[in-house]
């Protein structure tokens, strides 16, 4: 079982660069979520879906654009990179108010 | 909006010691808790959910934790700390369609 699949594992951006982060679920969850990782912060809740075609903003939405274009898809994109988006990015999948399947991680840093 | 707070960033204990790490939460609704544990270089695991059954919740690895509404905690215990227990531990709470973190709390286990 594959589970949560995050791709790339690690990028290096220039200020001012895009990218998008794509995650990928095969346990048919209809529950996304985007975080990203800061020392002394925990995980911060960026976007999440809750389902096909839906998407909802978090605690830390700006900067930040996502879409849910396949059930099994879900696209985290940064338009316009800055320093402060240098993070570690988690996706993560579930069915409503049940446990978090997480993929590995990306490792992003925005010199 | 739901939000957790965990009490203590770092936590030490001596192997064999009780292990405690506390979680408070608010919420609108009666929540899903949770809490889980990240060892280095990985993401998150599940170690125990309450949600609205007993209010004593066990998990894997001998973790255990009680819901008491009247301080609205969430703590988790572990009646001896074993040095494969060193890992961070997020408490998250889950209110309608998102789940929220906490910033974690570092334990380390000292031989």
């Known amino acids: 079982n594959a589970g949560v699949t995050q791709t790339p594992k690690f990028r290096v951006l220039k200020t001012g660069q895009s990218m998008t982060l794509l995650c990928a679920q095969d346990?048919?969850?209809?529950?996304m979520y985007w975080y990203r990782q800061d020392p002394g912060m925990g995980l911060r809740l960026i976007h999440y879906?809750?389902?096909?075609?839906?998407?909802a903003k978090g605690e830390v939405p700006d900067g930040y654009n996502v879409s849910r274009l396949k059930k099994q898809n879900f696209l985290l994109g940064l338009e316009s990179a800055a320093p402060s988006q240098t993070s570690v990015y988690f996706c993560?999948?579930?069915?409503?108010?049940?446990?978090?399947?997480f993929g590995s991680g990306t490792q992003l840093s925005v010199l | 909006a739901q939000s957790v707070t965990q009490l203590g960033s770092h936590v030490s204990v001596s192997e064999g010691a009780l292990v405690l790490l506390r979680c408070n939460y608010s919420?609108?609704?009666?929540?899903?808790l949770f809490w889980y544990v990240q060892y280095p270089n990985q993401g998150l695991q599940l170690l125990l959910k309450?949600?609205?059954?007993?209010?004593l919740v066990k998990g894997i690895n001998g973790f255990e934790a009680e819901f008491k509404k009247s301080e609205t905690s969430f703590h988790l215990t572990k009646p001896s700390a074993h040095m494969s227990d060193a890992a961070e531990y997020f408490c998250?709470?889950?209110?309608?369609?998102?789940?929220?973190f906490g910033a974690g709390t570092r334990l380390t286990v000292k031989p």
């Open positions: 998250a709470v889950s209110e309608g369609n998102d789940m929220r």
């Open positions: 309450y949600t609205s059954a007993a209010t």
């Open positions: 346990m048919n969850h209809e529950y």
């Open positions: 919420s609108s609704v009666p929540p899903y």
């Open positions: 879906s809750v389902g096909e075609g839906t998407t």
């Open positions: 993560a999948s579930s069915r409503r108010r049940e446990k978090l399947f």
